[in-house]
C-alpha cells in the first residue's frame, strides 16, 4: 500500500483541533490549534541539527499547504 505523505485527523476528545500527520521520516503531528508539533519517533543522531531545522520548516510549509488544498477541496464539494 502506497501511504500520503500527509493526512488529516480529528478527535472527538478533542473536538476544536486538527491534526496534520506527516507519514515519512521524521513521522510527526502539527496540531493546528496550537501549532504544537509531537515527534513520533526519534531524528536520526547523526543529523545536523540545522539541516534538520531547515527541513522541518520546509516539511511544515508543506504540511500547511497540503492543508489550505484539502480545504479548497472541501469547500468545492
Known sequence: MELPKFVLADNTDFPDDIFIIHLDYPRF????????????????????????SAEMESLINQANAFYDREMERYEQE
Open 29 to 52: 503531528i502539527i496540531n493546528l490549534k496550537d501549532d504544537e508539533v509531537e515527534f513520533l519517533e526519534e531524528p536520526e543522531e547523526d543529523i545536523d541539527e540545522n539541516e534538520f
